[in-house]
């Protein structure tokens, strides 16, 4: 099959405005669409994440139903030559690096949660090729 990539992922929520506060506020993606008690979505590079609250979306009736609950994880890319600024910039923001993994081949990537306890990954372009 000739996939190019994965255009959108989701995560499960339970505070439309602290999902805004944290990823459009201070990892700045800009915010696309926000659905009052239901969602909102952002920008990331060329995907878009998805923030459902999931009591609503398992209800769903015009769409497949779908929900999740616990500790996601999902990996942010950026420039391998803006790896160490980004992860500057997070700290700067506050927001504490729970974990710094060594891959090898001087590759690492850092974790850290969002305010839902979500775990956040951040790699360097490159790291899986």
Excluded at 13 to 23: G, S, V
Excluded at 46 to 72: M, N
Aim: proline letters at 6%; a negative charge.
């Amino acid at each position: 099959m000739p996939y190019t990539g994965i255009k959108e992922t989701c995560l499960y929520i339970d505070d439309l405005q602290k999902a805004i506060e944290f990823y459009q506020g201070l990892l700045e993606m800009p915010l696309i669409s926000i659905v009052e008690e239901r969602h909102v979505f952002f920008r990331c590079g060329s995907t878009v994440l998805l923030c459902f609250l999931p009591e609503v979306t398992k209800e769903e009736s015009t769409l497949p139903p779908h929900f999740a609950y616990g500790k996601q994880h999902l990996a942010f890319e950026v420039p391998a030559g803006d790896f160490q600024k980004t992860k500057d910039l997070l700290i700067n923001k506050g927001i504490a690096i729970t974990h710094t993994q060594d891959w090898g081949n001087n590759q690492n990537s850092i974790y850290f949660d969002d305010p839902f306890g979500h775990v956040l990954e951040i790699v360097p372009k490159g790291i899986w090729e």
